[in-house]
């Protein structure tokens, strides 16, 4: 998908280049080569060899109170890592850095407002201080290893130490992004029956408050909550019941500020992260403690090439996976400083996001696709007065990157002297499976790159053959998979089963991506072949939208379809069959709030149609690959399956 090429830009200084390009394909200078973790290709070849062996070596870059017994065991569709290991990932991330470095910083704070001094920093020590305190006023509240504890907060460093204390005392969190609706919230903690949820009064976004204890107070009706923790954000008012809700302070400023990290298992459940499936019922990915912990270690180290001095800002909210892995646990196990910032990138002003590179001298910066082209939109003038002269390597994430977004990412941002890492992976594999390593490369436009050291993917086609060429086909992931790779749906194992393990068997991992080889063995990622749609890089499906139109009294059945979009990648479309005893612009405000208040307003449509049908087969299947084309305007095809052929024409009078 080639919008426009950007014309070639020289590092504004030669000398300090970082990448260097040779014919198609960029590579990284000697300077950036020199001083990689990895630089050369060696390591590819030592784990393709022996890759369970190859893991074992990269284990023992963490802390383990014991040594695993068996590396990897496999009874598919399920599997173990590291088996007998004992370990703690707070105690890595923490006790294990403070010896050496106590009064280093390892969390900067930027608030939303520009006005606001409380520009919160926190040392190793410090935090260390902080998680403690917490994990013993949670003890005092009850939670015990393997208790479900909800984390419902926004970007605030509570929210870094919240889900660390947890993981100290081995309750397992379950984070829940900060503006998913109070229906959202409350579907999961049903599921994981949490008896704490960990809140905020209230949050900025955009200059607004946003009162977080009132969703959260609708949230945990007809839940197992029997305790409420609120951290006092923004100071507005909320509704306070005596008993369950407590102030995050008053419970903490008295706490000791030691508490022994609890000894887990290396299988024991670390967390509980839900994301959309197939169906509209979001699926709690169960992550575990010993695998997670190793892999998220050692992709920050290889991936990011985190090194001492790094100060790294991943813009991902911590209520996603990226946010959970890369914001926090990967660059603190590895001991250098992440930057979390409350607000949104082009607040107060498009270049908000620069000021902050700039300001806190950021080395490393990690984004999302659509926060590119939103930058891109705002025209590269805004940028020519920062120099982002710290600024040694990028990363996307999220969604795929077309090749004229990343050149901008790299002559603008990168002021044409950085790798980019395009990185890909889900939020069941925990971590970054597939990109070109920085200190090695290749680096393709539009090409994620390699599978990581260790990790064995193929692309197969329908029947399970291997494609070769350049054929597209289905990504899959095959055995020993790699150590951080979920471990099941939380309560759902025929799910779990069906939806990795059935395309092609129990030994296949099936990652529901699309996706070709170039003749470098470089992997291009074409999108999801499931029903996902990745709206600004959010993981939502059509049918968690479909059941939330649906259940509109109005409403007798819809199709929702993903669309490209020029700065979100995809927005969804909706049409949705109507009882028509309703004023139409009406009801589709009724819709639009209806699906604010089921999800949230990250998947509002693009457009609603309201209409008399949908098209079908005689079987009553939808069929939402005509209604796509219908929207595109592209040819239609062969109808003769359609049992309701008459209805295209009155969905095309509505466009
Ligand atoms: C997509 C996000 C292209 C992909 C970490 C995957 C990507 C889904 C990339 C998972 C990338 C992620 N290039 N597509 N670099 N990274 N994806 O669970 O479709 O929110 O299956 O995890 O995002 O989304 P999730």
């Known amino acids: 998908m080639l919008k426009k090429v950007y014309p070639e830009r020289n590092s504004d200084d030669p000398s300090r280049a970082l990448l260097e390009k040779r014919g198609d394909l960029y590579y990284p200078t000697k300077e950036f080569q020199k001083k990689a973790w990895i630089n050369n290709g060696k390591i590819y070849k030592e784990a393709e060899k022996a890759p369970i062996k190859f893991w074992e070596k990269l284990a023992k870059e963490i802390y383990w109170q014991k040594k695993w017994k068996k590396a990897f065991l496999h009874k598919p ?6 088996s007998g290991g004992k370990l703690n990932l707070s105690e890595n991330c923490l006790d294990k850095n403070i010896p050496k470095l106590k009064d280093k910083i390892a969390l900067i704070w930027e608030p939303e407002s520009e006005t606001e001094t409380a520009n919160r920093i926190f040392t190793y020590k410090e935090l260390f201080q902080e998680v403690n305190k917490l994990a013993n006023a949670l003890k005092k509240l009850g939670v015990k290893k393997g208790d479900r504890v909800g984390i419902y907060l926004p970007m605030i460093p509570e929210i870094v130490v919240s889900m660390l204390a947890c993981v100290r005392i ?4 379950t984070v829940v992004f900060s503006a998913f609706s109070s229906q959202s919230l409350k579907v999961r903690l049903q599921d994981t029956e949490a008896k704490v949820l960990i809140t905020a009064d209230g949050y900025y976004r955009r200059g607004q408050i946003i009162n977080l204890k009132q969703n959260a107070d609708d949230g945990i009706n007809e839940t197992k909550v029997e305790k409420v923790v609120v951290v006092k954000r923004a100071g507005n008012e909320v509704l306070w019941r005596e008993g369950r809700d407590f102030w995050f302070n008053d419970l903490t400023k008295d706490e000791s500020d030691k508490c022994e990290a609890e000894s887990m298992d290396s299988e024991d459940p670390l967390f509980l992260l839900y994301t959309s ?10 992550h575990t403690c010993g695998g997670y912990t190793v892999q998220t270690k050692v992709t920050g180290k290889f991936i990011f090439d985190f090194h001492n001095q790094d100060i790294f800002w991943c813009t991902s909210d911590p209520g996603w996976i990226t946010g959970h892995t890369y914001t926090i646990y990967s660059p603190l196990l590895n001991g250098i400083t992440t930057l979390l910032f409350e607000g949104a990138p082009d607040w107060p002003t498009p270049d908000r996001w620069a000021k902050i590179i700039e300001k806190h001298k950021v080395t490393i910066f990690y984004t999302a696709p659509t926060a590119i082209r939103m930058f891109e939109k705002y025209g590269a003038e805004i940028l020519k007065k920062y120099k982002f002269e710290k600024l040694r390597l990028l990363g996307t994430v999220g969604e795929p990157i077309d090749e004229a977004a ?3 990412y790299f002559n603008e941002a990168g002021k044409g002297r950085c790798p980019i890492v395009d990185t890909w992976w889900q939020t069941e594999t925990g971590g970054i499976l597939i990109t ?14 390699l599978p990581f050291p260790g990790v064995r993917f193929d692309i197969l086609d329908e029947k399970g053959k291997s494609c070769s060429g350049e054929k597209e086909g289905n990504l899959v992931i095959l055995p020993p998979f790699s150590p951080g790779l979920l471990r099941g749906i939380y309560k759902n194992p025929e799910k779990y089963l069906e939806t990795y393990w059935s395309q092609y068997g129990k030994n296949v991992y099936f990652t529901s991506d699309g996706a070709y080889k170039d003749k470098d063995g470089l992997i291009r990622i074409i999108g999801r072949v499931d029903d996902v749609i990745k709206v600004a890089g959010h993981r939502i499906t059509t049918g968690e939208l479909e059941a939330a139109i649906n259940s509109h009294f109005s409403i007798d059945e819809s199709a929702v379809i993903g669309i490209p979009d020029k700065i979100k990648g995809e927005a969804p479309i909706v049409f949705a069959v109507y009882k028509n005893d309703k004023n139409k612009e009406e009801l589709k405000k009724e819709l639009i709030d209806k699906i604010k208040k089921e999800i949230g307003p990250i998947a509002l449509p693009k457009e609603i149609y309201l209409v008399e049908d949908l098209p079908k087969t005689r079987s009553g299947k939808i069929m939402r690959r005509i209604l796509r084309k219908i929207f595109t305007g592209e040819e239609l095809g062969d109808l003769s399956t359609l049992a309701n052929p008459e209805i295209i024409e009155k969905i095309k009078n509505l466009m």
């Not at 569709?77 to 590291?82: I, K, S, V």
């Not at 499936?277 to 169960?286: A, F, M, N, W």
């Not at 070109?436 to 790159?449: E, K, N, Q, W, Y």
């Open 406 to 408: 990343w050149l901008w």
């Open 277 to 286: 499936g197939s169906t509209g019922k979001p699926k709690g990915i169960l």
């Open 170 to 173: 081995g309750a397992v969190h």
């Open 436 to 449: 070109s390593l920085p200190g090695i490369g290749p680096f393709r436009p539009a090409f994620t790159g």
């Open 77 to 82: 569709p399920y599997f173990e890592w590291f």
